[in-house]
């Protein structure tokens, strides 16, 4: 493609992100030709997300944040802090217009709430309002891994296949094989760390995109589901004192499922929130 653009004998190349995706060698080769067209006298404007690259490549940099220039830096004076600095500066601006969205979904939520509520008057009674906070709270704990992918802008489409394999595992292990249940928490975790592990390499070892990684591992983990119990559905989990703690159990009235939920989000958010990880 660089090639067909380069034979129109152009005075201005517009590249963006041509290195996204590729080995290292192959980036090598395309910085090597824009310095030879840098000197040939075509303008490039080259247009990255990495900044090492940035610093590396450009004599002139300008900053863009949410569709606007924030500011413009020479090669002298451009570091990593300053153009950091000018890449968030409508970071307040865009905060407040995604906490208006975020409203607006709530405001849509207590609508059709209250809706609910007046077709159905049981639809605010403890035991309907337990059985939903009961239900919501898996979905709960996978938004919170989700949330930590979509921060980074990147994507994970294996996350729901890698939450039916959990359930298919440990599900087969403590119905076919009794295993303890303790046990087999501890395998289901390591199983769905090696798939996050696996995401990982491709993603930032092997370069691959975030979309084709986190694909190839959704249909392995769907594969991984149907194999352990031979694509047919699991019997009823015999360990009382599993169902007990993990499903029928309560503390303070509330079900262990939900509190679970609870730690984690509150876990998580400090986290994001008040380390320098976050």
Known sequence: ILGKWILCDSDILILDEPTRG??????????????KLK????????????????????DRIIVMCSG???????????????????????KKI??????????????????????FALI????????????????????????????FVLITAGIDLSIGSVAGMSCMISATL???FNMNPILTVLITIICCLVIG????LLISVAKLPAFIATLGTMIIARGVAQ????????????????????????????????WIAIVLFAFFAFILSKTALG
């Open 197 to 200: 592990l696996v995401n990982g």
């Open 94 to 115: 865009l905060s407040a217009r995604g906490m208006g969205q975020v409203l607006s979904v709530f405001a849509a939520l207590i609508v059709m709430i209250i809706v």
């Open 120 to 147: 159905n008057p049981l639809f605010f009674s403890a035991t309907n309002i337990t059985n939903l906070l009961r239900q919501v709270a898996p979905i709960l704990i996978i938004g919170v891994g989700q949330s």
């Open 22 to 35: 590729i080995d290292v060698a192959a980036k090598v080769e395309i910085y090597n030709l824009m310095n």
């Open 227 to 258: 194999i352990v119990n031979g694509n047919m559905n699991t019997n009823g989990i015999y360990s009382d004192a599993f169902k007990n703690f993990f499903y029928y159990g309560r503390f303070l009235g509330i079900y262990t499922p939900i």
């Open 174 to 176: 403590m119905t076919k």
């Open 68 to 90: 606007r220039i924030t500011g413009e830096l020479s090669r002298d004076e451009a570091t990593q802090e300053k153009i950091m600095e000018l890449a968030t500066k409508f």
């Open 39 to 58: 000197k040939s006298g075509i303008g490039v404007m080259f247009v990255s997300s990495e900044l090492p690259e940035v610093l590396g490549m450009s």
